[in-house]
C-alpha cells in the first residue's frame, strides 16, 4: 500500500487533456512537501516529468503541468499524443516515515 | 552530459551473492546522493534507499534494511546495490538516479538504465 494513492488506469483520444491525480495524506503532501512526477514508457527508465510541484525541466513540452492542492496534486497532460502512453508516477515526501521518499503506485495512460 | 550507467542483467540462483553498479558521469559525483529504487515484474517503483558518495553517509527505506547494502567508491564515481544472499523475490528490475535538492524537497533526476536481476533456480 503507497503511502500515495493513484488511480490505477485513465484513457484518453488524442487532442484530449487528461489530468492525473496523486492522493497524499498529512504526513506527506498536506504538510506541504513538493510533489514530482515522473513518466515511463514502456520497457525504459523513469524520466523527470515535473518538479518542485509545477517546474518542467528543459526539454519537457509545456502540454504537461502540475499542481497541487491541499493534500493532493495533478499532473495534467493538455492535447494528448499518442507518445505520451506511459507509465506516471508521483513522488514526495513523508515526515512519518524513517526514511522518506514515498512514490504513488503508478497511472498507467492508454491513448485511445 | 549528466549521466549514470548501470552495470548489465544478471542471472542468478536463490542463495548467490551479487553486486551491481552505477556509474555516474558529466558532473561532481561526490556532492549529489544517489539513490536506488526496485521495480518488480508488471509493478510500481520502491524507494530502497539513498548514499551520499562524499562521505558514504547511506540511509535505508525500512522495507530494505538489512536486505540489502549500498555503497560507494567515490575515487571510480560509483554506487553499488549489492544483496549476500539472493531471494528469487529478488527478481526485478534496479535503478539507481541521482537527486536534486534538499532532503525534504528532493527529486531525482536523471535515472540509470536500470539492472534486470533474475532469480532462480
Known amino acids: 500500500q503507497s503511502a500515495l494513492t493513484q488511480s490505477s488506469s485513465v484513457s484518453g483520444a488524442p487532442g484530449q487533456t487528461m489530468t492525473i491525480s496523486c492522493t497524499g495524506s498529512?504526513?506527506?503532501?498536506?504538510?506541504?512537501?513538493?510533489v514530482h512526477w515522473y513518466q515511463q514508457l514502456p520497457g525504459t527508465a523513469p524520466k523527470l516529468l515535473i518538479f518542485g510541484n509545477n517546474n518542467r525541466p528543459s526539454g519537457v513540452p509545456d502540454r504537461f503541468s502540475g499542481s497541487k492542492s491541499g493534500t493532493s496534486a495533478s499532473l495534467a497532460i493538455t492535447g494528448l499524443q499518442a507518445e505520451d502512453e506511459a507509465d506516471y508516477y508521483c513522488?514526495?515526501?513523508?515526515?512519518?516515515?524513517?526514511?522518506?521518499?514515498?512514490f504513488g503506485g503508478g497511472t498507467k495512460l492508454t491513448v485511445l | 552530459e549528466v549521466q549514470l550507467v548501470q552495470s548489465g542483467a544478471e542471472v542468478k540462483k536463490p542463495g548467490e551473492s551479487l553486486k551491481i553498479s552505477c556509474k555516474g558521469s558529466g558532473y561532481i559525483f561526490t556532492n549529489y546522493w544517489i539513490g536506488w529504487v526496485r521495480q518488480m515484474p508488471g509493478k510500481g517503483l520502491e524507494w530502497m534507499g539513498i548514499?551520499?558518495?562524499?562521505?558514504?553517509?547511506?540511509r535505508y527505506s525500512p522495507s530494505f534494511q538489512g536486505q540489502v547494502t549500498i555503497s560507494a567508491d567515490k575515487s571510480i564515481s560509483t554506487a553499488y546495490l549489492q544483496w549476500s544472499s539472493l531471494k528469487a523475490s529478488d527478481t526485478a528490475m534496479y535503478y539507481c538516479a541521482r537527486r536534486r535538492g534538499g532532503p525534504e524537497t528532493g527529486w531525482f533526476n536523471p535515472w540509470g538504465q536500470g539492472t534486470l536481476v533474475t532469480v532462480s533456480s
Open positions: 498529512s504526513s506527506n503532501i498536506g504538510a506541504g512537501y513538493d
Open positions: 548514499i551520499y558518495p562524499g562521505d558514504s553517509d547511506t
Open positions: 513522488q514526495s515526501y513523508d515526515n512519518s516515515l524513517s526514511v522518506s521518499v514515498v
